[in-house]
């Protein structure tokens, strides 16, 4: 096939592709087999790998995915993504709607009602047809280009069917991880000994940030699209612009509607509160917003919500089932935990089988009897929580439950924790559950990132004898892993890959990794650049542990006592032979200068020179400490380009001052 004709069955392929991915991905009406599409994609694979002179951005084989981004550029909105106001009630939608009416005077107008769609906001720009920019939501005024993962989600048009679509427009929807998608996925992580995704709307958030958008395109993620802006709209209303959305190719809502009486809006509502179970994907809400955009336009805007829209949350789902029995797990740091086990029932599109009771309190608080009726609460998130007991189904004579002495594990005589709710195995060096947490913790991605060790393995590990305690890792070879059934030879090159990685790990990782009781993420950073490296860390008596920023005496004791025993000391001192970073690295130690020690910093607006993430880690490399929201302890406001005029007002109410990107790079020393 000679460069001209392959050009002619390239641009075929392409244009037939493109119309069979919007029968089945748009009109769920496919019209040729999964098989047959198959063919025709790979077909169109081998042409463009033959004729590579004609090779097309937006052809359908980039579905797939594109090669590693090394990150995510924050890009301006053109128009800000303002958040609209919550109601939790009819009666506050009732009232919406009469403001609407007072404000219209003798106007007629019409509402427009939308499910909510739980996901990841998004807005997509489209020029001459085609999909040139994809942006999260972010803080409202900027968000990051995520345009090479929305380009792998099937739902989401590259190129515009035939319209009258304006040379140039923005349309905003919800990425979405369909509840089918979620299941199977959550599925694989179990099996893989991954930590689970909460809800459908963290895991379709967390995928499209994910750095590798083929392994983006393999979540299946979907979209549904609510929103068109632009200077030449074709229609003067809301409803009608999604209606030639969709039929220029977006996935539109069929189940919005137009509403002409609060009668018909609470009708939506009453419908809706039980119909939303049976979607596909995840809903938390409905969204009712005035169809003119004229309207909408007059009636214009408060501080951080359109006056013209309103979103309506749902009542978390509940139902009441019956308690099998309460089991007690031990964890990692010995606290032992209640588990409801209960009769299976459907709530938020998954199975319930069982919820936590937290502690003994919350048992006693709530009266739990054997064989009783428990009612589970369950919104958004899929983590069940039990609300209360259904007293008039219990049966005669039940036995309250109680929280049992002694370690359902090891035995061991159970202390309870002082000043807290918590019963605690003291046996943290012979307590299964508890040894083999602990390596599981440190092998664990945000720690030392061993590939290849997780629940099972560590598990494994253990009860083979080759690692009781976590400095073990170090010593493991590949004939000894090759010993064990579960392992392969490729798993084994894995974990011992991953275990050399891991000595490159920063020290305040390290601090992380080794389950220092209540020293989490946060804290370990802090310790770590206060402290600098771990021979101060080990010579620190409790006193000057509480001078570290944010470390107070019952903190200051865990840490005190935790290296005061003989096992952790002989495990540092092996991960140290074995080649562990043990002190912060020479960059950030030449970095930080502790300039911003005891400031409390808020972030607000869009900077020029470092991203809010990189301004986060300089304010605590420099000994600050950064807060999301304003008080009267906030020292500065470190305010960009198009801070926010409430956080604003805020800062002119309490007198905190406000410090420009340059000033704050000059406080720093970068000016």
């Known amino acids: 096939m000679d460069a001209k004709d392959a050009k002619i069955k390239i641009e075929k392929l392409r244009s037939d592709l493109h119309l069979h991915n919007h029968n089945y991905y748009i009109l769920n009406a496919p019209v040729i087999s999964d098989k047959e599409f198959d063919y025709m994609m790979k077909e169109l694979e081998k042409l463009e790998k033959e004729f590579p002179e004609f090779d097309d951005p937006l052809s359908p084989t980039k579905r797939v995915g594109s090669d590693l981004t090394k990150g995510f550029d924050h890009i301006v909105h053109k128009r800000p993504m303002m958040s609209l106001s919550n109601s939790y009630s009819i009666d506050e939608v009732d009232d919406w709607f009469e403001r609407l009416k007072k404000a219209l005077g003798n106007e007629r107008f019409q509402v427009v009602g939308e499910l909510k769609f739980d996901g990841t906001s998004i807005s997509v720009t489209y020029k001459n047809g085609l999909m040139v920019r994809a942006v999260t939501r972010g803080d409202g005024t900027q968000g990051d280009d995520v345009t090479a993962n929305v380009k792998t989600i099937r739902s989401v048009p590259l190129r515009l069917q035939p319209g009258d679509w304006p040379d140039e427009f923005e349309i905003r929807g919800e990425i979405l991880m369909p509840w089918e998608v979620f299941e199977k996925i959550n599925a694989e992580r179990a099996y893989n000994e991954e930590p689970l995704f909460a809800n459908p709307r963290n895991a379709a958030s967390g995928t499209l940030k994910m750095q590798d958008s083929k392994e983006v395109a393999k979540r299946h993620l979907d979209a549904r699209f609510y929103y068109l802006l632009s200077d030449n709209l074709p229609y003067d209303n809301h409803f009608d612009n999604l209606q030639a959305a969709r039929r220029w190719g977006f996935k539109v809502s069929k189940e919005m509607q137009l509403l002409d009486s609060l009668e018909a809006v609470n009708d939506f509502i009453n419908l809706w509160d039980t119909e939303r179970k049976k979607l596909p994907v995840a809903t938390d809400g409905l969204v009712f917003k005035i169809n003119s955009l004229k309207q909408q336009l007059n009636l214009g805007y408060t501080a951080k919500s359109p006056r013209w829209a309103i979103a309506y949350k749902f009542n978390p789902e509940n139902a009441c089932t019956p308690l099998k029995f309460v089991s007690f797990e031990t964890g990692r740091m010995g606290i032992v935990t209640p588990v409801a086990n209960l009769e ?328």
């Open 344 to 671: 299976p029932v459907l709530l938020s599109g998954t199975i319930v089988k069982r919820a936590s009771l937290h502690n003994d309190d919350i048992i006693q608080e709530l009266d739990i009897h054997e064989g009783d009726w428990l009612y589970v609460e369950k919104g958004g998130e899929i983590i069940p929580k039990i609300t209360g007991v259904d007293k008039s189904k219990r049966p005669e004579d039940a036995p309250k439950i109680k929280f049992v002495d002694r370690c359902p594990e090891c035995g061991t005589p159970l202390v309870r924790i002082y000043g807290d709710a918590a019963w605690c195995c003291p046996n943290h060096y012979g307590c299964r559950p508890q040894i083999t947490g602990k390596i599981e913790h440190f092998c664990a991605r945000r720690m030392m990132d061993i590939d290849g060790i997780g629940e099972e393995t560590a598990e494994l590990l253990f009860s083979c004898g080759l690692v009781e305690r976590i400095a073990d890792l170090y010593d493991l070879t590949f004939e000894k892993l090759q010993t064990l059934d579960r392992i392969g030879e490729k798993s084994a090159k894995r974990i011992l890959d991953g275990i050399e990685a891991s000595k490159k790990v920063p020290f305040e990782r390290v601090v992380y990794a080794l389950s220092i009781p209540n020293v989490g993420e946060t804290t370990a950073k802090r310790l770590a650049g206060y402290v600098k490296n771990m021979d101060t860390l080990l010579s620190m008596n409790e006193d000057e542990l509480t001078s570290v920023p944010d470390i107070g005496p019952i903190i200051a004791k865990s840490i005190f006592n935790f290296f005061r025993d003989p096992i952790n000391i002989n495990n540092i001192t092996r991960l140290r032979e074995a080649g562990v970073q043990m002190s912060l690295s020479s960059d950030k130690l030449e970095a930080g200068n502790n300039r911003l020690e005891g400031k409390v910093i808020v972030i607000s607006g869009t900077f020029a020179h470092h991203s809010r993430d990189e301004y986060k880690d300089i304010i605590e490399r420099e000994g600050g400490k950064n807060t999301g929201s304003i008080s009267k302890k906030t020292s500065f406001v470190l305010a960009g380009d198009n801070m926010g005029p409430s956080k604003r007002d805020k800062c002119e109410k309490l007198g905190i001052p406000l410090v420009s990107e340059d000033e704050f790079l000059q406080m720093i020393g970068e000016g």
